[in-house]
């Protein structure tokens, strides 16, 4: 379990991160073209629920950053006694954490739901599929316990089995609930809803089955009943809840931009949902690629190997670079071309095409800064990351408000925000890890 640093020791780890991730975003097209096949209100009810579930799943897998941190930080030691004390005492915080947040969104629904959407039928549908979808966030801080595992020991292949096996359960899932074929009931959006949450149930399931059967979980002592170790669980809120914070803000900013956006028109917003799409197709192996940063930096530095850990993200940045240049000639000669995946409305390519280009400037910034933020992370100094983030989310609504509001800027110009952001994080990451003041943090 301690981590080589070749090329090969790093595609090993992060290629089943990015399949996975690949496979969670056909998760979602899945879902959207079942849907899109019952009628518009349905659609945009599924949107709009999805989105705010999205936001409490997310905040749940970065509560799960610390016990990864830690868990790559003794496989480093080979600790495995330790390792195991880790991932059982995670259980305990997820799983807390998890019924929390399906209470707040229990509350907040309804009168959210209702502040926010002006259609009272896509607000009817909105709680229909909350209603059904809500209960999937216990099955997300399982699995993610599980992942926060696997890519912690470097063991990352099952993430692989585990997001594709969900994502043809969902697809099987979505047929016969949604339009109720067979002894299944017609159930529309709340089908849709039930598919996903018994994915993510069976996705669990293949995770347990796999650990127990593939994994010699014995020596980590895996699924012993213990009781809560409340110094560590204390350990592991003390690195995630910045990154909790973090990744909170960032939606919450995230949804701030496309408010200013819709200001400007619905032709700009609508061509920004579309550059949005896309811009996330194409990051999805910038995240393998951080993932695997973090966790070798934090095995390393259990490894006592400090001198390694620049060398290691010189690397990992390179092989990404790769796919950004891959993608150079789609960007910059057949931006349509990716535009026609999300959308056929010419109107909306139009607008959006120039943006492409500042989709793949995005992309160069992102591939660095990306890295070094989740390198910075796997040092355990997380608080760091975090005000490095707050910093950077205040320059980037400063920017778009500035150019969207009062300069009255194009498209492009507004998303050039993207630039400013990443570039403000990946510079400001370098700088904290060269210091190296994180050395003084104990994990």
Request: glycine residues 6%; hydrophobic residues 55%; proline residues 2%.
């Amino acid at each position: 379990m301690q981590v080589g640093t070749s090329y090969r020791n790093i595609l090993q780890i992060s290629l089943p991160i990015i399949i996975g991730s690949l496979s969670q975003a056909l998760l979602n097209i899945i879902d959207t073209a079942f849907l899109g096949r019952v009628d518009e209100v349905t659609l945009a009810a599924g949107a709009i629920g999805s989105t705010f579930y999205l936001i409490f799943s997310l905040v749940v897998m970065a509560m799960a950053l610390g016990s990864q941190i830690i868990i790559a930080r003794r496989a480093g030691e080979g600790n495995n006694f330790e390792i195991g004390k880790t991932f059982n005492q995670a259980n305990y915080l997820l799983f807390a954490f998890s019924i929390l947040l399906y209470v707040i969104m229990i509350l907040l629904a309804k009168p959210l739901m209702k502040a926010i959407i002006s259609n009272h039928e896509v607000y009817l549908k909105s709680i229909d599929f909350l209603n059904y979808r809500s209960f999937g966030v216990f099955f997300v801080s399982i699995a993610t316990s599980f992942r926060a595992l696997y890519v912690g020991i470097s063991k990352t292949r099952i993430i692989t089995y585990v997001t594709l096996s969900m994502s043809v359960f969902n697809g099987v899932f979505d047929y016969l609930l949604i339009f109720g074929h067979g002894p299944f009931p017609v159930m529309g959006i709340k089908g849709a809803a039930l598919a996903s949450s018994l994915a993510e149930a069976l996705a669990c399931l293949v995770f347990i089955g796999f650990t127990r059967i593939k994994h010699d979980f014995r020596k980590f002592s895996i699924f012993k009943i213990s009781k809560p170790d409340y110094s560590v669980i204390g350990n592991i809120i003390k690195l995630s809840y910045p990154s909790v914070f973090q990744y909170f803000l960032s939606i919450i900013c995230w949804f701030t931009f496309f408010i200013i956006i819709e200001k400007r028109g619905q032709d700009m917003l609508a061509a920004s949902n579309v550059i949005r799409s896309v811009l996330m197709l194409l990051m999805f192996p910038a995240w393998g690629f951080a993932a695997t940063a973090n966790t070798m930096v934090s095995n390393l530095l259990g490894q006592n190997r400090p001198e390694e850990l620049f060398n290691v993200v010189k690397k990992i940045i390179l092989l990404n670079y790769i796919w950004v240049l891959l993608l150079l000639p789609l960007l910059v000669f057949f931006p349509e071309f990716l535009l026609r995946i999300i959308t056929n409305e010419q109107s909306i390519i139009d607008v959006s095409v120039n943006s492409m280009y500042v989709v793949f400037f995005a992309l160069v910034v992102f591939t660095f800064a990306a890295n070094y933020v989740h390198a910075l992370q796997g040092t355990g100094d997380t608080k760091t990351a975090f005000l490095i983030e707050l910093f950077a989310l205040i320059v980037y609504l400063i920017y778009a408000v500035g150019v969207s509001v009062f300069l009255k800027s194009s498209l492009e110009v507004i998303w050039f925000a993207e630039v400013i952001y990443w570039l403000i994080i990946g510079l400001l990451s370098y700088l904290r890890m060269k210091s190296g003041k994180w050395s003084k943090i104990t994990v």
